[in-house]
């Protein structure tokens, strides 16, 4: 006997009734991290206490059955399977959910999870698992990210740039995880830094958990020249934005290592700044976890379940057809 696991509203355990990451309201979900395409108001639920105040801060409506649970503590989900949350390494208090069970054995879901060290998010850990689901968000060759103090050095020298030519320079990235990874990073940069109010938010929780930061001060437009500021990307076209001129904006994400990406995210520039695993670490992770079995999910996971299939791992994108290689 093994795991069943389906796709149905988010991941679906039908064995022991709940959900990974359900999407809409559900009876029982594991929330892996505040990502808000990860929360929905279900009647229990089960998160870590850094992801339960990260969305507490963010207004999230998760109604009043979160259960926090802290990293390694096991718990018992039904009377006999247990569910130990351990870092993902994607932004603070992020969980990757590993579920024990006498008959079935244990089963390991990633959520959006890296490897790679960061300054602001606990270290990912690499249980090992029979079944494994898989965050595939990265899963093609050509995304082989750069470390994060290359790619910030970049940033860096783009920020001293534009405002050498009196110029005020703009780094986005989510609100959550992307720009207090930026923020840690400027901190040995001496350059006054501004945050957007979401970010803001995000960054007192993390202080209040424990993460240092460079000093800040909150985005006053009017005072914003000779500043770095740091905010989300949807809030370029914000009415705020339209007091900050001149200026030159920069996007950090993992997209940046396609060529079109500062075209598709309409910057000056475009630096590769993840907090999802890329194709080595995917390939690196699941030799570690060494699973029977791996279900891929978001991004390239019909192409990357292939691509196992090929290297001899069983390997299905869950939700999606898969294209048999028949060897005809
Ligand atoms: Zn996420």
């Given at each position: 006997m093994t795991w069943e696991v389906r796709s149905r509203n988010g991941i679906w355990l039908p064995q022991i009734e709940w959900h990974l990451d359900a999407h809409h309201p559900a009876r029982r979900s594991v929330i892996s991290h505040a990502h808000f395409d990860h929360v929905a108001k279900h009647i229990e639920a089960i998160c870590t206490p850094e992801t339960a105040e990260l969305l507490a801060a963010r207004g999230a409506k998760t109604g009043n059955a979160l259960r926090p649970l802290p990293f390694n503590e096991p718990f018992n989900i039904t009377p006999a399977a247990t569910l130990t949350l351990v870092p993902a390494g994607h932004v603070l208090g992020s969980a990757q959910a590993l579920i024990e069970h006498p008959d079935y054995g244990r089963l390991l879901y990633t959520g959006d999870f890296k490897t790679r060290s960061s300054l602001t998010v606990e270290p990912c850990a690499t249980p090992e698992a029979d079944v494994l689901i898989l965050e595939t968000t990265f899963a093609r060759p050509h995304y082989v990210f750069p470390s994060a103090t290359e790619t910030m050095a970049k940033s860096i020298a783009f920020c001293r740039d534009t405002l050498a030519a009196d110029e005020i320079p703009v780094l986005l990235g989510y609100s959550l995880g992307r720009s207090q990874e930026i923020l840690a990073h400027l901190a040995n940069a001496e350059l006054p830094i501004m945050l957007h109010p979401r970010v803001e938010a995000v960054t007192r929780v993390y202080q209040k958990l424990g993460c240092k930061f460079p000093a800040y001060t909150s985005l006053a437009p009017m005072m914003a020249a000779g500043h770095v500021i740091i905010a989300p990307?949807?809030?370029?076209?914000?009415?705020?934005?339209?007091?900050?001129?001149?200026r030159r904006t920069a996007v950090l994400t993992g997209w940046a290592m396609d060529p079109s990406s500062r075209f598709r995210h309409a910057t000056d520039a475009a630096f590769p700044l993840s907090d999802h695993a890329d194709y080595p670490e995917l390939l690196e992770f699941i030799e570690r976890v060494n699973p029977s079995r791996i279900y891929t999910v978001h991004g390239f996971a019909t192409e990357f379940a292939a691509t196992l299939r090929s290297m001899g791992r069983e390997a299905w994108a869950l939700g999606r057809t898969n294209q048999l290689e028949l060897g005809l």
């Amino acid at each position: 006997m093994t795991w069943e696991v389906r796709s149905r509203n988010g991941i679906w355990l039908p064995q022991i009734e709940w959900h990974l990451d359900a999407h809409h309201p559900a009876r029982r979900s594991v929330i892996s991290h505040a990502h808000f395409d990860h929360v929905a108001k279900h009647i229990e639920a089960i998160c870590t206490p850094e992801t339960a105040e990260l969305l507490a801060a963010r207004g999230a409506k998760t109604g009043n059955a979160l259960r926090p649970l802290p990293f390694n503590e096991p718990f018992n989900i039904t009377p006999a399977a247990t569910l130990t949350l351990v870092p993902a390494g994607h932004v603070l208090g992020s969980a990757q959910a590993l579920i024990e069970h006498p008959d079935y054995g244990r089963l390991l879901y990633t959520g959006d999870f890296k490897t790679r060290s960061s300054l602001t998010v606990e270290p990912c850990a690499t249980p090992e698992a029979d079944v494994l689901i898989l965050e595939t968000t990265f899963a093609r060759p050509h995304y082989v990210f750069p470390s994060a103090t290359e790619t910030m050095a970049k940033s860096i020298a783009f920020c001293r740039d534009t405002l050498a030519a009196d110029e005020i320079p703009v780094l986005l990235g989510y609100s959550l995880g992307r720009s207090q990874e930026i923020l840690a990073h400027l901190a040995n940069a001496e350059l006054p830094i501004m945050l957007h109010p979401r970010v803001e938010a995000v960054t007192r929780v993390y202080q209040k958990l424990g993460c240092k930061f460079p000093a800040y001060t909150s985005l006053a437009p009017m005072m914003a020249a000779g500043h770095v500021i740091i905010a989300p990307q949807q809030s370029l076209k914000s009415e705020l934005f339209t007091l900050i001129e001149p200026r030159r904006t920069a996007v950090l994400t993992g997209w940046a290592m396609d060529p079109s990406s500062r075209f598709r995210h309409a910057t000056d520039a475009a630096f590769p700044l993840s907090d999802h695993a890329d194709y080595p670490e995917l390939l690196e992770f699941i030799e570690r976890v060494n699973p029977s079995r791996i279900y891929t999910v978001h991004g390239f996971a019909t192409e990357f379940a292939a691509t196992l299939r090929s290297m001899g791992r069983e390997a299905w994108a869950l939700g999606r057809t898969n294209q048999l290689e028949l060897g005809l």
